[in-house]
């Protein structure tokens, strides 16, 4: 699908729809009921393509500090970075749909994808890689590949829960031509936790353990 607006204001739009898309995953989401009547409800702006530039993640020093008693020193894979305590993942793609609020929910659907880097974990003997991050904006989830050893042991497996009631107001650089998200808190989700305590031998890592805080800094003259 290409991106339907025409005229000057509408591609504006298309292009702050981007950023929509990256702003719902990190807040709470809608109801799970559509909107009924009338017909199926068109979207307002699609982008087929969404890249670039980076997602980083603060780390909290609670998180730092849980791995530390756990004997697990975090690294980085592929193209992700450890920036100033910080882990730094490249947008590699995505695409979204934006529809009025308040027609279908969620309103934003699509996906922001990290293809080709992620974080490692490890203890002794043992390292647990979580790679190729896929935020889904619908259910406010990452998705992800989980590794142990080089052995894939799970794809497109949930990872991280996000809660984006922190976020903090948008804010743009190099003339409009990059939108800066930060301020949504990243969670290990259930399902990682479970998997990480297998891994280990341990039950001290559960869904309350904070990860850090996310800044998503896209690039709105891409799509």
């Known amino acids: 699908m290409a991106l339907r607006p025409s005229s000057r204001h509408l591609r504006r739009l298309a292009a702050g729809a981007a950023v929509l898309a ?60 450890l920036v100033k305590g910080s882990l730094v993942f490249p947008i590699s793609g995505g695409n979204v749909s934006v529809f009025t609020p308040g027609e279908v929910s969620p309103y934003v659907i699509g996906q922001l994808q990290h293809e080709g880097s992620g974080l490692t974990l490890t203890a002794g003997g043992t390292t647990v890689r979580l790679s190729n991050f896929n935020v889904d ?56 936790a479970g998997l990480l305590n297998d891994t280990y031998g341990t039950k001290a890592v559960t869904d309350q353990l904070l990860v850090g805080i996310a800044k998503i800094t896209v690039n709105t003259t891409s799509a």
């Open 22 to 81: 990256l702003a719902l995953p990190l807040s709470a989401c809608g109801d799970d009921a559509d909107a009924s009547g009338g017909g199926a409800p068109q979207p307002v702006a699609e982008i087929e393509a969404v890249k670039g530039k980076t997602t980083a993640i603060k780390l909290d020093e609670g998180f730092v500090e849980a791995l530390g008693s756990l004997g697990l020193t975090p690294g980085v894979t592929g193209g992700a970075r």
């Open 137 to 192: 904006p619908g259910v406010s989830r990452v998705y992800g590949d989980v590794a142990v050893n080089g052995e894939t042991a799970v794809t497109s497996a949930y990872l991280f829960r996000l809660d984006g009631r922190t976020l903090q107001d948008l804010t743009t650089i190099k003339d409009g031509r990059f939108a800066v998200l930060e301020g949504t808190k990243v969670f290990i989700s259930d399902v990682a």
